[in-house]
């Protein structure tokens, strides 16, 4: 017998057993077993689709957090709800299941946005001197953050998420410290500054006896700019 | 049907059936694995994303140089600026105040006042010295951090730290010298100075060019990244990596009478270093070394850089002494001192006593030379001339080559103006 055959009686056996065995088939195996949301707490297990996030979080710092404590964690947003016997039912506004997060809803100064646990302030950034704006809080009179390195890199991912849909605010900035993610970075460097001295007058000096003069700088500029890239691993 | 065939179908098939069952995946792989910050070091690899200051400070750890034994931290999260940085650790965690997880240090922060302390990357206190006569703090700039007020005259590079400070970065000036960071240099001096001389008598300077050269100055590092991290021994930061026409001078015998007055070139074979008087020359130098090996700081540092004095004893030993006067001995210089010939070689001048040679220079008293002219040329030039001409006056006369042959040949051939071209 060829394998040609053998795939074929397979097929045939397989076909035969799925017309004479059940009586109908529903299109998905527990499509009509209903998950029960009348209970407390998040009824739908998110872990079915989001493995893999399940699969990160539980080896993270926030592994003690569920789903919905960063997830249906805006004020600002109406989730889709729903208690006792389905007696209390809340339609979602702006999101029904879940919405994307930024960091900073949680870890913002005062994070009165944030209706589950509010993480610790992350504080010393000031995204305002780079002009963006952002519906969190960075700074105040005591967090400004104006000696932050990296306020430019946040300014720039607020500036980005701005205009995109994806991660929220200065979400992509803080996972590129804080998350095992890899970021490619592409730094322009000046290696080098070119200086323009020029000798000039000051006149007498009493006190050494001679008519003083100095080297003045009349300009220095940064130049010699280099791009390099840095990749960060996951 | 081949057996390959149906082997494929089963891994298509297969493979189907995973990706039926990956529901969906996360915007960015990792994302969701935050990091453990909550540990008593820092729990956020720097390097991962400054991979090449990494490799930069390895070469400093490989050179031995400054800041080899430090981390990022120690530097990048120093806490000696009331800046208050974010923490997390067994304690708590703490929000950042002026800065979350870093900042860019002035080089003074540590290197001001009288320096700082920090516990580098084994655990022990390591003391930052201050950079002398840079540390002068008593203002305070927009981080609340002290920043340089009053930098004594005496001290070379005044004007570049002060510059760099004005255009809020004096990091730069640091730089320049104590790393692998490159520097250009456009140097604009006075292309000339002219002298009356009529009838053998010096009247007066009459002239300091209104006509500035520019000579160029060019160190191109050889670095992997920036410069900026790779920190240079001290014994290896050279003055002719900016100072490049000045070496040049030196060693074709322009910039100070390196090997000397008149009476040497008459006298070829006279003890080399003691001159017609009898003293010893503090320049001395034999013809048959005239080279660059020597042209190094050390050699920089007896003019621009004394703090000790060889004095020689009735009975002709030489000594050395600390040198009370200068600038250097006194703290107020960093690497180098504003000097010029009449700094050690005029009467009236801080450092005059040094000079066995001040009679010779001061027009109050007789001279075995010609006096009272060369006396009034010297006195109007340290009066009324700026000290960037007065090198280019005493060498009209020092420089070498003018004594190979008469002295007549460059001044006193009869009446008329000198034309003495200045050095950068």
Redesign the interface.
Known sequence: MDYGKAVLITIIVFALGVIVLPNTVSLFAGEHYWYNLSGTGNNVPCVKCHADVYEELKLSAHRNLRCEDCHRANKSITYASVSGSYTNVTPGKEAHAASCVACMLCHQINASQASRVPGPYAGGFNVTLFGVTSPYNYSNSTYNGICEAHNSLVAHAIAKANNSSLLLDSTEACLSCHADIEVKMNFNVSTGMNVYAKDVVLGYNATTGINESEVEITGLYITDFKNVTEVKPS | ???W??AL?LVIAVAGLFISN?????????????????GNGND?NCS?????VAEEMAITRALHGPHWDLTCEDC?RYNGTG????T?NSSG????????????PSCLDCHGGKGAWVVNASGVLVHAPPARAFNVTTTVN??NVTVISSIP??TAH???V???EK?GDEN?ACL?CHTN??????????DYIYVDIFNWTFTTLTQISST?KVYNVSY??N?I???KHVFLPLKDINCSKCHENIYLGLINGKHAPIYYDWRWDYNLTAPGYQNGWGFNRYHSLALSTLNTSWVNNTYCDECHYSVTINLTTPTGVVIQKRNPFTAAAKGLVHCAE?V?C??CH?R???YWWLDPYYAFLNATQSSPLDAPYHENLINDT?????????GDICMACHEAAYHSGSCKSACHAGNQAVTQYTEP
């Open positions: 049907m081949r057996s065939a149906v179908i990956i529901k969906v995946v996360s915007l960015i792989k990792g994302s969701h694995y935050v990091k453990d910050i909550s956020v991962a994303c400054h991979k090449h990048h800046i208050s940085f974010a997390a965690t703490f929000p950042g105040k002026q800065a979350h997880a870093a900042y860019v927009y981080r005259n005496a005044k004007q570049f002060a510059y760099c255009i730069l320049s960071y490159s520097i250009n240099i456009s140097f604009s001096y006075p500035y191109v590092k670095s990244f920036s410069g504003k010029s009449y700094t005029h009236n001048t801080t340290a009066a009324n001339y700026p000290r960037f001409v007065h």
